[in-house]
């Protein structure tokens, strides 16, 4: 394990009359090991620099799938809370994150900032449940996800869209057939353009980077600061690399690696605006990933890397599943250089930056959050980041494990998109600061970790008193608020 380097400099305290901005760019399924600062072979100069001028996570946790991963971001809950536990398929009917919730974009936008989302949104489909109903000013991108790019190559497909709009008087869904929409807050989302595989390979390149920019260039030393949320679309399936970047990554490496060296420009990009625009030592900019796709694309040759650890998006819950990479840099505030083995999780971003943006008292008390602040962990003046332990969910909306310090108990596992959910006869236990791989089951070296157990059932317990008082929504429900219980 890699251990803690960071120093904790001095810094400068936030003002509430001088609130950063905040640049959130979250990539799709990026393993723990594709940039090369974290060990990856195509060289990523852009990502690389930015690391060592901030702060970077090597214990950073997200959840099972894209939607619950966005949820968590966003609510500061477990997404099985929230009724977002795992990405919704067609047919299945309502979906995504209800109304009530909060998130961070409303929680920014009620402290004064100018908000934007362009990319992926992934949890909702249908007008009062996409960007522009859930605090942001402005949105521009896809309301599901990137491999819905590939449907209409199906004749089948297109002629179900046929019978569909036959059968609703020329009438088709926001999503039917896959779209890029836009909306502003107040008004309903209106459909762009078609997303095809045409469109797949260059839509970072010609749209969601442009518009970041812009965004950026535009809000800029305004009166307001601005919170612009770039959701990048690769590396998420169907992978296709943009032409400009073909057969032309650094260490000429396949079209995953193409794929990572045209991120890594595009990131350089982004950051750039923040530098033109003089605004570097007010800005938070925020790199990470949604999930792990790694094995999962293994078999087909394009596979990225979780670094050491095992698992990946359908081998789950192994650390390779859950670890993805997460650089924070604000510039004078943020330690430059640091590195660090410190818990920190999807949740925990809602928290972390209303302390950061003097916004804490916006947080919602009328519902469990689940993420910690931290920001004083953030800002060098805390050694710790606060969280001890993380629970990880699996798609059908159970807990799969539990991770306590450096100990991770596993409840139930799969070893791939074709294998069940397993319930061994004894939690599987591994000690992830001499295991990384998870290879060695304690109970099969020794019968003296049942120890383990207490904190473990501890932390378990905690949550499911909380369902007593605050049970969880449901999956598409229209959810209005708790009511008090005496």
């Not at 596992?413 to 791989?437: A, N, R």
């Amino acid at each position: 394990m890699v251990a803690t380097i960071m120093a904790f400099a001095s810094v400068t305290p936030v003002s509430a009359q001088d609130k950063p901005n905040v640049v959130y760019i979250l990539v799709d399924n990026t393993g723990w090991g594709d940039f090369s600062v974290y060990g990856g072979t195509t060289p990523t100069p852009n990502i690389d620099k930015l690391a060592s001028q901030g702060m970077r996570f090597n214990n950073y946790n997200v959840e099972v799938q894209c939607t619950p991963t966005r949820s968590a971001i966003m609510t500061g809950r477990h997404p099985v809370r929230s009724g977002t536990y795992k990405v919704p398929f067609p047919g299945e009917g309502k979906a995504g994150m209800a109304p009530w919730e909060y998130t961070i974009a409303e929680l920014l936008s009620d402290g004064g900032y100018k908000t934007a989302l362009y990319g992926k949104w992934h949890l909702g489909n249908e007008q009062g449940r996409l960007p522009n109903d859930q605090g942001f000013d402005e949105w521009w991108g896809y309301p599901n996800s990137a491999d819905e790019s590939g449907y209409s190559s199906y004749p089948l497909f297109n002629l179900i869209v046929e019978e569909v709009k036959a059968k609703n008087n020329g009438e088709l869904p926001l999503d039917l057939p896959p779209q890029i929409l836009t909306g502003k807050k107040g008004e309903l989302s209106t459909k762009v353009m078609p997303f095809d595989l045409a469109l797949r390979p260059v839509i970072d390149q010609k749209y969601n980077i442009p518009k970041t920019v812009d965004f950026i260039k535009k809000n800029a030393g305004g009166k307001e600061p601005f919170f612009v949320y770039l959701a990048y679309s690769e590396v998420h399936p169907p992978i296709i690399a943009n032409p400009d970047f073909a057969a032309k990554s650094p260490n000429r490496g396949g079209v995953y690696s193409d794929v990572i060296a045209e991120m890594d420009v595009r990131v350089g990009e982004v950051v750039a605006a923040v530098e033109a625009a003089g605004i570097a030592d007010n800005t938070i900019i925020i790199l990470a990933s949604d999930n792990a796709t790694g094995g999962l694309l293994g078999a087909g040759g394009n596979g990225g890397s979780n670094g050491p650890w095992r698992g990946d998006f359908f081998n789950t819950p192994f650390e390779g599943s859950m670890r993805v990479p997460c650089i924070v840099r604000w510039t004078g505030k943020v330690p430059a250089g640091a590195v660090n083995d410190e818990m920190f999780a999807a949740v925990d971003w809602l928290p972390t930056l209303a302390g950061l943006t003097d916004l804490v008292a916006k947080v919602p008390t009328d519902r469990p959050i689940d993420g910690v602040d931290a920001s004083d962990y953030l800002l060098g003046k805390s050694k710790t980041t606060g969280r001890t332990s993380y629970m990880f969910f699996g798609a059908d909306g159970k807990l799969m494990s539990l991770k306590w310090r450096y100990y991770k108990t596993v409840f139930r596992f799969s070893e791939g998109v074709g294998s069940p959910y397993v319930q061994p006869q004894l939690p599987l236990m591994y000690d992830l600061s001499s295991d990384p791989g998870e290879k060695f089951n304690l109970w099969e070296s020794t019968l003296t970790n049942g120890w383990v157990f207490a904190p473990t059932l501890e932390e378990i317990g905690k949550y499911e008193r909380s369902l007593a008082k605050y049970p969880n929504i449901k999956v598409g429900e229209d959810f209005t608020g708790y009511k008090a219980k005496n």
